[in-house]
């Protein structure tokens, strides 16, 4: 079972670039969500969705955007990359709201020179 | 200022020993939720605590949900190297849309 695919695992770019993570999961969750952990620290949760064609801003959402065109596939991208958005990034599926237990993908690390 | 606060931050300590992780909040949360992190991989759920009062065991890990649901804290006795890692705590305020996580509490178990 692949579960939440993230691709790709590494990047790197430079300051003022853009990119776009991939995050698939194949367990027909509503849910999905992409966060950021820096160093060290805790996961920040960026833009969520709760369903096909919805998307919502996190804690910090500032310099990314989402889409959820199709229900299994959550779009994260960087128009114009900064160093400060060097970290690692993690998308998560949940079947659906409240208790449910959410399922992660292996990350994906990205360096801004 | 997170949502979730999580303490200590970090937490050394022999094989053996007993130690509590606090996550803590001024607002009141539907559920919380204990994840494990091991390096290079993501989360991993532990438990999910959805009333105020409960108290749930894995194994040697204890987990309780505030009375106020509010909090909740993490309990492990004699603690093995094999507990070393990334304990986060999340929760979701109403009815789930958006899932926060703490700020996390590392942890080193020495042989």
């Known amino acids: 079972n692949a579960g939440v695919t993230q691709t790709p695992k590494f990047r790197v770019l430079k300051t003022g670039q853009s990119m776009t993570l991939l995050c698939a999961q194949d367990?027909?969750?509503?849910?999905m969500y992409w966060y950021r952990q820096d160093p060290g620290m805790g996961l920040r949760l960026i833009h969520y969705s709760v369903g096909e064609g919805t998307t919502a801003k996190g804690e910090v959402p500032d310099g990314y955007n989402v889409s959820r065109l199709k229900k299994q596939n959550f779009l994260l991208g960087l128009e114009s990359a900064a160093p400060s958005q060097t970290s690692v990034y993690f998308c998560a599926s949940v079947p659906t709201g409240g208790a449910a237990e959410a399922f992660f993908g292996q990350g994906t690390r990205l360096t801004v020179v | 200022t997170q949502l979730l606060e999580q303490s200590p931050q970090f937490l050394s300590i022999q094989e053996g020993e007993n130690l509590t992780v606090y996550c803590n909040s001024s607002?009141?949360?539907?559920?919380l939720q204990w994840y494990r992190q091991e390096p290079g991989e993501g989360p991993v759920l532990l438990v999910t605590?959805?009333?105020?009062?409960e108290v749930k065991k894995l194994k040697r890990l204890t987990f309780q949900f505030g009375d106020a649901r509010k909090d909740s804290s993490l309990h492990i006795t004699a603690a093995q190297p094999g507990d070393t890692g990334l304990y986060l705590c999340?929760?979701?305020?109403?009815?789930?849309?958006?899932?926060?996580f703490g700020g996390g509490t590392r942890l080193m178990v020495k042989p």
């Open positions: 605590v959805v009333t105020g009062g």
């Open positions: 999340a929760g979701s305020k109403d009815a789930g849309n958006m899932l926060t």
């Open positions: 367990m027909n969750h509503e849910y």
């Open positions: 607002s009141v949360f539907s559920s």
